[in-house]
């Protein structure tokens, strides 16, 4: 006996270290040691052994342990059981004790030897399971001995168990056992012990096993059934688009390291606070140009631009963009370029009447090139405008022959004019003949005011 109950105090031991950190409802097996107490006086009214009365009526005296109780000094029940499911639990029991009670007839330390085979129903299942209290009910059958009798029980009981820890608690409970033999007498069997659970799986090593762990092969953390929050952010991995960086819930566990309200992974400068219409870069001047595409980052100016504004090198309020005349001032009417006066008209005017020809002749005299270097210095002054050269000659001659004459004269002082760098494009040249004087053809001095040469500026 006392080889037995070691070997059982040794059972426990190993049982206890190899179930730490189980939880209750994910791990299967239960196994229970402790002391049985065998009480045949409230179950058998009536009932004599070798003549004399063995009980009382039923329950009576049920919990007078001095008088009747049979208690073995030592571990002498242990019990294994597994869930099978919906609160049910299947296992089998082994008992021994020495009865030395038989009700109020004594007896001769009489060896007792029980094994039982259990079916129990956890009642906390009633009411969605419970934490630590854990009541149960029992049905089974089994075969008891007494010395070499023996003889089949169906037995039925109540108990609870009460966890301390995850995995370790108290047994109580109380079983009564129909003998189906009249030489063995019904009884009540009592149990005290310690029970432990274990046998759950948890393949992640996570603490949370594998029944109740939606991730059970990464390990994570209990406040999200076992899935893992990599950062730490308290967003579970799943529903965390930044799962590696530890970020806010508003932006679904992403990042904003700049505060701007816009998370890290869409925001095109993260470290620098932003605006949302520009991907979170900012914007100092105001113009709608990011900071980082904006060349000139502290005076607002146009996309088109780089974010510069544009400049106006010759102060006539018309952009070097649109001004044809950059480097000249201008007017707005006439796209920046500076328009031609009445006294440049006149001017023109003046230089035309001095460009006169030998009579019947194209050819251009010393004095009339250098007037109409004044001319040039005119046409690059304003150089938005075209001219027409206008050729004319007196009326000597006849008029076909004045109108060919007056149309070379014209061509002769474009070409000029071409030869000091002046686009063709610019220059139109048309003979007018002797149609149109500006003087009396009767006198030479008439004549040779009417041989000339006029300059029509014409705007583009």
């Not at 059981?81 to 021994?96: E, I, M, N, P, T």
């Not at 149109?436 to 029509?456: C, D, L, M």
Request: charged content about 25%.
């Amino acid at each position: 006996m006392k080889n037995l109950s070691r070997f059982l105090v040794a059972s426990l031991l190993l049982v206890s270290f190899a179930t730490v950190n189980a939880q209750d409802k994910n791990n299967p097996w239960q196994v229970s040691f402790g002391v049985n107490a065998i009480d045949v006086y409230p179950t058998n009214s009536g009932r004599t052994v070798a003549g004399a009365p063995v009980s009382g009526g039923w329950f009576d005296k049920y919990f007078d342990v001095s008088d009747h109780w049979n208690i073995l000094p030592s571990v002498s029940t242990i019990a294994v059981s597994k869930y099978v499911g919906d609160g049910f639990s299947v296992g089998a029991r082994g008992s021994l004790n020495k009865i030395e009670n038989l009700g109020d007839v004594r007896a001769d330390d009489l060896s007792h030897y029980a094994i039982d085979g259990t079916i129990k129903y956890n009642l906390a299942e009633l009411w969605d399971g419970g934490k630590k209290f854990d009541p149960f009910v029992e049905v089974g059958g089994g075969y008891t001995w007494i010395d070499e009798i023996g003889a089949g029980t169906l037995n039925g009981g109540l108990g609870f168990n009460y966890w301390f820890t995850e995995n370790l608690g108290v047994n109580i409970q109380s079983s009564y056992k129909h003998a189906f033999e009249d030489y063995l007498l019904p009884h009540f069997q009592h149990v005290a012990g310690l029970a432990i659970k274990f046998g759950g799986t948890d393949t992640d090593g996570d603490g949370i096993f594998d029944k109740d762990d939606a991730c059970p092969e990464v390990a994570g953390l209990e406040a999200f059934n076992g899935c893992p929050d990599t950062d730490g952010d308290g967003i579970e991995d799943s529903k965390d688009d930044c799962p590696n960086e530890a970020g806010l819930a508003e932006f679904n566990g992403c990042p904003d390291s700049d505060g701007d309200g816009i998370a890290d992974k869409d925001d095109a400068c993260p470290t620098e606070a932003g605006l949302a219409e520009l991907a979170g870069c900012p914007d100092k001047d105001g113009d709608g140009v990011a900071d980082k595409d904006d060349n000139c980052p502290e005076e607002a100016g146009p996309a088109a631009n780089s974010g510069c504004p544009y400049a106006d090198k010759d102060g006539d309020t018309v952009l070097d963009k649109d001004d044809q005349c950059p480097d000249v001032a201008g007017t707005v009417a006439n796209n920046g370029c500076p328009e031609i006066t009445k006294e440049v008209e006149a001017e023109l005017s003046a230089v035309g009447q001095t460009i006169n020809f030998n009579t019947g002749k194209a050819t251009l005299t010393d004095d009339s090139l250098t007037e109409l270097a004044k001319v040039v210095k005119i046409m690059n002054d304003f150089s938005s405008y075209n001219f027409k050269i206008e050729g004319h000659t007196d009326s000597v001659g006849s008029s076909a022959l004045n109108l060919r004459l007056s149309e070379k004269r014209a061509i002769a002082v474009r070409d000029y004019l071409v030869s000091q760098g002046i686009a063709t494009t610019r220059l139109t040249a048309e003979g007018l003949g002797e149609g149109s004087p500006i003087a009396s053809n009767k006198t030479r001095a008439g004549r040779a005011q009417n041989r000339r040469v006029e300059f029509k500026p014409v705007k583009n």
